[in-house]
C-alpha cells in the first residue's frame, strides 16, 4: 500500500480524516430535509474517496474503480447543488419524485454504464467528467445568484467549492488535450480539499434555511488546537533530534537525550500548565468566537446550580453566591446585602474569602454614590475614575475582591456580590461582560429575593395562624359570655329552686372546662383537644333552645321528625347550632318564624333551620357568607361563625348547604352521617 508514497498522499489522508470529523458534526442534526441527507451522503463519499486516493495504488480514470468512484463523487455534489436550487423543506423522497431529478439520475447511471463497461476510453471518461465539471460550476453561479440578500450565506460555500471545480476543470482539460493526468495536480487536490473544509463547515452553520445547524463546541476547538500543537512540538522534536544525530558525531547520544528530556520536561510544562491553558482558551475564545462565553452551556449549567436552592432550608444566599462564581469563572466571592438605614450585612461567603472591613465600606460608599446607576466596577481597573473615587474614600484601606455586581429590587439596591478571581482567572470588564452578568444577576436574585420573602410569609403565617386562633377563642368566649348572662338572668327568679342551682353548677362547671380548652389553645399554639361524646340530638337541641336562645324573639320551634344520636364533639356542635340558630332569630322580625326540624335519611342526620327573615341573595351566599372576618354585623361580629360551622361539619364528613331569598327567608341544611 506504502511502496509508491508521495507527499500528495498524506493530502488526501489529511481530507479523508476532515471529511470523517464533518460527517460526525452532521450526526448532531436532527433535521431531516433533503439537503441534509445529500450532504451528510456526499460526505460519507468524500471519505472513501481521499482514501481511495490516499491509497495512490490506480491509475486516475484508467482503472474502473477510480473511474466510478470520481464521477459518482461529483454526481452526488451535482445532486446536492440542485436541492440547494429547490425549496428548503423538501425531504428527500419529494426531491427523488420529482421527473427532473428523475432525468437527471438516468443520465448519471447511463454515464456511469457507459462510461465504465460501454466505451471505456479515457478520452471519453476525461470529456465527460469536465462537462459535468461545468454544469456544477453553471449549478454554483444559479445558487449565488438566486441568494439575493442571503450572499453572505453561501460565498464560503460557493467559494470552497468552486476553487476545488476549477482545479478539478484545470486537471481534466490539461489531461483531455495531453491523454494523461498530471500526477502532481493530481495530488495536490487532496491539500486543496483539507483548506477548503473549513469554508464548507462555516457555509452550512451559515445558512439557516436548511436547518443545518452544525455546532463546534470551544472545548473541542481548544482540545483539539492543542493536540495539533503538541503534534507539531512533537514533529519539533523529532526533526531536531535528527539534525542532532547528523552533526553529533561523538556526541550523538549524550545530545539526543538531553535535548530529548529538555523538551519533554517542557512539553509537559506546557501542557499541564492551568495559567497557560487558561490564557490560551481565552485568546481562542477572543480571536475565533464571537463571544467570551458559551452562553447555551453557561446557562444550563447556572439553570441547573440554582435548581439547589431548597427554600425550606434557607440555603439560598450561599447557593446564589456559588451561581455567581460559576457563572463568570471566579474561585471565590461575597454575598452583601445593603439595607437602607443600617450597616451591610453579610448572607453567604465562600470557604476562602475573608471579608475586610475595607470590602464593606466599598459596599456602604458604592450604596450611597451609585445606588441608582446599576454600575458593575472592577476595582483591579485602576484607570476607572468611579474606582478611583472609591479608592480616595478609604483612607489608604485595600480591597480584598475585583469585581462588585450589584443586583435591584423594585429598582432599589438591595445587595451585591463581591467576586474575588485567582491570578489565572481575571476578565477584563467589556460590554460583553457587563451584559451577561446583569442578565444573570436578575436571574439569580430572583431566587434570592424568592427566598427572603418565604422568610417573611413563613413568619406572617404563623401571627395569622395564632391571630385566627385568637379570633375563634374570641368568638367561643362570645358564646360563654352569652351563657353567664343567661345565668344571671335566671337566678334573680330561681336561685332558691334546688333544680335551678343544680344545672347551674352543671353549666359553669361545662364554662370553665371550655375556658380551660380555649387557654390551652392558646399558650400551646395548637386547636383545643376534641372532646367527643355520644349526643342525642332532640335533646340536644332542646336544651339548646330553651338555655340559650329563649332571650330573643322569635322563640324557635322545634320539631322532631324523627330522633337520632351522634358520636361528636358536643361542645362545638352545641356552638355552631347556637350560632346559626341565633343569626336566624336576629334577621327575622319579631311576628316572624324560626323552625328547627330535626329527620334521619339514608343513615344520615338532617338539620333544617328555617327561618322567614331578610333572606340572602346568591351573589351573597357565594362571596361572602363562608368568608371567614367578613362579617354584616359591624364592630358586633366576627365574621367567623358560618366559617367555623362549614369547617367543623366537613370536618365529620357532613355537608352545608344553604338555600334563600330576598325578604322571603333562608333555610340551613345540616347533614351528618349517623356512623
Not at 465527460?128 to 464560503?156: C, D, H, N
Not at 522534536?237 to 535535548?259: D, E, K, M, P, R
Amino acid at each position: 500500500m506504502f511502496e509508491n508514497f508521495q507527499p500528495g498522499h498524506f493530502g488526501f489522508a489529511l481530507a479523508a480524516l476532515g471529511y470523517a470529523l464533518f460527517w460526525t458534526l452532521q450526526l448532531t442534526v436532527k433535521t431531516q430535509t433533503a439537503h441534509k441527507h445529500l450532504l451528510s451522503t456526499y460526505t460519507i463519499l468524500s471519505v472513501l474517496w481521499a482514501f481511495d486516493n490516499f491509497r495512490g495504488n490506480e491509475l486516475p480514470f484508467v482503472e474502473l474503480s477510480s473511474f466510478l468512484i470520481e464521477s459518482t463523487h461529483k454526481m452526488l455534489l451535482a445532486l446536492f447543488l440542485l436541492a440547494a436550487l429547490n425549496r428548503t423543506d423538501v425531504t428527500i423522497s419529494q426531491l427523488f419524485s420529482t421527473a427532473k431529478i428523475r432525468i437527471v439520475c438516468l443520465i448519471f447511471v447511463s454515464w456511469l454504464v457507459f462510461g465504465g463497461w460501454i466505451y471505456a476510453d479515457l478520452g471519453a471518461r476525461l470529456m465527460g467528467t469536465l462537462l459535468l465539471t461545468v454544469v456544477m460550476l453553471a449549478l454554483i453561479e444559479a445558487i449565488y445568484r438566486q441568494s439575493g440578500s442571503q450572499k453572505w450565506q453561501f460565498k464560503p460555500m460557493i467559494i470552497a467549492l468552486s476553487i476545488c471545480l476549477l482545479l478539478d476543470f484545470y486537471l481534466l482539460a490539461e489531461a483531455a488535450l495531453l491523454g494523461k493526468v498530471n500526477q502532481q495536480t493530481w495530488q495536490a487536490r487532496g491539500f486543496v480539499h483539507v483548506m477548503m473544509l473549513p469554508f464548507l463547515v462555516v457555509a452550512v452553520k451559515r445558512i439557516k434555511s436548511w436547518g443545518i445547524n452544525v455546532y463546534v463546541s470551544r472545548d473541542i476547538v481548544l482540545q483539539s488546537s492543542l493536540v495539533l500543537a503538541a503534534g507539531v512540538y512533537l514533529c519539533l522534536l523529532a526533526i531536531v533530534g535528527y539534525y542532532l544525530s547528523y552533526i553529533g558525531g561523538n556526541w550523538t547520544t549524550l545530545l539526543q537525550v538531553v535535548f530529548v528530556v529538555v523538551g519533554t520536561a517542557l512539553f509537559c510544562t506546557l501542557v499541564f500548565s492551568d495559567a497557560i491553558r487558561r490564557k490560551y482558551k481565552v485568546f481562542i475564545e477572543k480571536h475565533f468566537f464571537a463571544n467570551t462565553f458559551d452562553y447555551r452551556e453557561k446557562w444550563v449549567e447556572l439553570t441547573r446550580e440554582l435548581k439547589k436552592v431548597e427554600i425550606a432550608n434557607h440555603n439560598a444566599p450561599a447557593v446564589c453566591l456559588t451561581a455567581w462564581c460559576k457563572a463568570i469563572g471566579y474561585s471565590d466571592g461575597a454575598l452583601v446585602k445593603l439595607p437602607a438605614a443600617a450597616e451591610p450585612e453579610v448572607l453567604a461567603t465562600t470557604p476562602n474569602y475573608q471579608l475586610s472591613a475595607a470590602d464593606l465600606q466599598i459596599a456602604a460608599i458604592y450604596q450611597q454614590k451609585f445606588g441608582n446607576k446599576n454600575w458593575l466596577l472592577d476595582f483591579s481597573d485602576l484607570n476607572d475614575h468611579d474606582v478611583k473615587a472609591i479608592h480616595h474614600e478609604l483612607n489608604g484601606m485595600t480591597e480584598t475582591f475585583a469585581l462588585l455586581v450589584p443586583f435591584y429590587q423594585n429598582n432599589q439596591l438591595w445587595g451585591c456580590c463581591l467576586l474575588k478571581p485567582l491570578a489565572t482567572e481575571h476578565l477584563k470588564l467589556n460590554w460583553e461582560l457587563r451584559d451577561y452578568l446583569n442578565a444573570v444577576s436578575e436571574q439569580i436574585s430572583s431566587y434570592l429575593f424568592m427566598s427572603e420573602a418565604s422568610k417573611e410569609l413563613s413568619e406572617n403565617a404563623q401571627f395569622m395562624a395564632f391571630s385566627r386562633m385568637s379570633a375563634f377563642v374570641v368568638h367561643d368566649l362570645k358564646n360563654v359570655k352569652a351563657q353567664i348572662d343567661m345565668l344571671l338572668k335566671n337566678a334573680k327568679r330561681h336561685r332558691h329552686n334546688p333544680e335551678f342551682v343544680d344545672d347551674a353548677f352543671e353549666t359553669i362547671e361545662a364554662m370553665q372546662s371550655r375556658l380551660q380548652n380555649m387557654l390551652s389553645q392558646l399558650t400551646q399554639k395548637q386547636s383545643g383537644i376534641e372532646h367527643k361524646k355520644t349526643v342525642v340530638m332532640a335533646r340536644l337541641l332542646q336544651q339548646l333552645i330553651t338555655e340559650r336562645c329563649a332571650e330573643h324573639e322569635p322563640l324557635p320551634k322545634l320539631q322532631i321528625i324523627q330522633d337520632c344520636e351522634l358520636y361528636i364533639d358536643h361542645e362545638r356542635l352545641c356552638n355552631i347550632l347556637f350560632h346559626l340558630i341565633d343569626n336566624a332569630q336576629q334577621a327575622t322580625a319579631a311576628d316572624g318564624s324560626v323552625t328547627v326540624e330535626l329527620d334521619v335519611q339514608n343513615d344520615s342526620m338532617i338539620l333544617k333551620i328555617i327561618d322567614t327573615g331578610c333572606g340572602m341573595s346568591a351573589e351573597f351566599i357565594k362571596e361572602r357568607l363562608f368568608k371567614p372576618f367578613d362579617t354584616t354585623k359591624g364592630n358586633a361580629g366576627m365574621g367567623i361563625g358560618a366559617y367555623d360551622a362549614q369547617n367543623f361539619i366537613q370536618q365529620n364528613q357532613g355537608q352545608l348547604s344553604v338555600f334563600s331569598e330576598v325578604n322571603i327567608g333562608s333555610t340551613f341544611t345540616i347533614q351528618l352521617p349517623l356512623h
